[in-house]
């Protein structure tokens, strides 16, 4: 048995072909809402409360127009598909161009605020820009508080999270911590990670880039992290390598892959540390796909270390 799976991108140009562009591929709401529980749900090593493995970041895709009414349907579908599908992370930030204010407009139109873990980011600064940074976001949201607030790409080794922790006393936000996605930065971040023990480390983690692995996941999960990662596509590098290849037999049989997507994310989650995958994702269908990651068997360290010999002969 053999699987062919198209890239993303692929479907939507055999959508385009075929008239479909402007329509968005058919979900299945009622059989969605039945796997909602299936979900696999880990940790948070501070509080014990339960996440949803899989997530999603709102980088590029949110930021838009609210008067791109396709955008905003398609998106309000996406959050939807989360929620129904046993997901609640959405993850954000102010550097994301507008991609705060429309989650603010599609909360209002959505209802779904109360039923979303919401993570946002302030960048490296002094006390009262980091503050006015938090209120902002939160106008821009529509919000009081949220779940998690993070320090965003730190730039000094000495910088600390006493603003964060000041907000998470006052109720402002349930949890803290802080987050990076460049490899050149690793090395400040290591003294952070020990000194400060975050609630939450974010980290970018995937495939075509694994130097996380190495040091700052353990060193995260040593100082009782929530870890997080961010760029499990590695910024679409993961997808233009398996593009138009067959995913392997025994990732089908053993983990039940059905796309390309789905043996990325089970590869990341399949690090017991990681606490869930907040990839990218702007269709509803993508969101379903996604999910399905968090859903039955997960890899072992040996089925892992088979999965990259597998993509790095790709």
Known sequence: ???????????????????????????????????????????????????????????????????????????????????????????????YGMAEARLGDLFAATGLRDKIFLATKARVGSRKPTITSFNESYKRMGVSKVELMQLHNPKSENQDLEVYREWKKEGRAKYMGFSSSFDRDYGLLEPILKREKPDFFQIDYSLVDRNAEERLIPIARDAGCAILTNLPFGRGRFFAKVKGKVLPEWAVKELGVTSWAQYSLKWSLGNEAITAVIPGTDRPEYMVDNLKAGVGQLPDAAMRKKMVANFESL
């Not at 991108?9 to 385009?16: P, T, V």
């Not at 090593?45 to 396709?70: N, Y």
Request: no cysteine.
């Open 1 to 95: 048995m053999t699987v062919m799976n198209l890239n993303r991108r692929q479907l939507l140009a055999g959508a385009s072909a075929a008239g479909l562009a402007s329509t968005l591929a058919p979900v299945d709401w009622a059989a969605l809402a039945q796997t909602a529980g299936a979900v696999l749900r880990r940790k948070i090593p501070v509080s014990g409360e339960m996440l949803p493995v899989v997530g999603i970041g709102t980088a590029i895709i949110f930021d838009f127009e609210k008067s791109d009414t396709e955008k905003m349907q398609q998106r309000a579908a996406v959050l939807k598909a989360l929620v129904d599908g046993g997901g609640a992370l959405v993850d954000t930030a102010p550097s």
